[in-house]
């Protein structure tokens, strides 16, 4: 079976080619004008993954993600935004989006986000993963360090007594600096084990994605946990 997509976008060039893009790529395409549309086809017909245009009339992307979000639906969202300043595309994480693509984008960029984010939530040997691939096996119930506290299973986190509300994307970045407390994780290896593709140098994906995960963890008087190594990648630790 195709995997589905949910795109709304308010453009109606853009969301013409984009509807043929991923069609010729193999998807299932559902392709709507406007928020309130949206929300109505999502609730009908719940799609593997949602793109969202971050403005539109009526209900832009960022008030859909929230409703969905609101709602317990854990569908993965990727955002299309004009919008690049950092305060703008945190405010898609905070919506509870995955990730975003800045217009103008290449489309293959889009397809590459869009795998990486069905990998994520495919369940062991779906989708393209080949049938010789060994299962994985299961996580541990909790992993620890730096203070922090993770029950992979159940998809949650806590720095001391205090849980975290973290999207997808921040409990697995997370994860991954946990799983390797001390050790200097370069940019090339945290975007190729969170999103499966290095976007280059230019990229401030993960830059973001790190500095609204410490506004989550940090808290007044104790420690900061995650440090830059400039020119590197990050580190977890508790100094």
């Known amino acids: 079976m195709p995997q589905t997509v949910l795109l709304a976008e308010d453009d109606r060039a853009i969301r013409n080619a ?5 069609t010729l790529e193999g998807y299932q395409v559902t392709a709507v004008a406007d ?22 009339p009526g209900i832009d992307g960022l008030q859909v993600c929230r409703v969905l979000r609101a709602e317990g639906d854990r569908t993965p969202v990727l955002m299309l935004t004009a919008l690049v300043e950092t305060a703008d595309r945190i405010a898609g994480l ?13 489309v ?8 990486a984010l069905l990998r ?13 691939e ?9 992993i620890d360090a730096a203070g922090i506290r993770m029950d992979p299973q159940a998809r ?13 994307t921040e409990f697995e970045l997370l994860e991954l600096l946990v799983r390797n ?15 499966g593709y290095d976007f280059g140098p230019g990229s401030k994906n993960l830059a973001v994605y790190v500095g609204y995960l410490r506004r989550k963890l940090d808290e007044p008087d104790a420690p900061q946990l995650i440090h830059t190594v400039r020119g590197v990648g990050y580190v977890l630790r508790e100094d």
């Open 18 to 22: 984009l509807e043929r893009a991923l």
């Open 156 to 168: 949650r986190a806590w720095r001391g007594a205090r849980e975290l509300e973290l999207t997808r």
């Open 108 to 115: 293959e960029e889009v397809f590459a986000r869009l795998r």
């Open 35 to 56: 928020g309130v549309e949206a929300l109505a086809q999502a609730h009908r017909n719940p799609p593997d993954v949602l793109v969202l245009d971050v403005m539109m």
């Open 181 to 195: 407390a001390g050790i200097v994780l370069d940019h090339s290896t945290i975007y190729d084990r969170i999103w």
């Open 134 to 142: 060994a299962p994985r096996p299961l996580p541990e119930r909790f």
């Open 94 to 106: 905070d919506a509870g989006a995955d990730d975003y693509v800045v217009k103008p984008f290449d």
């Open 120 to 132: 994520r939530t495919s369940p062991v040997g779906a989708g393209s993963a080949s049938a010789a």
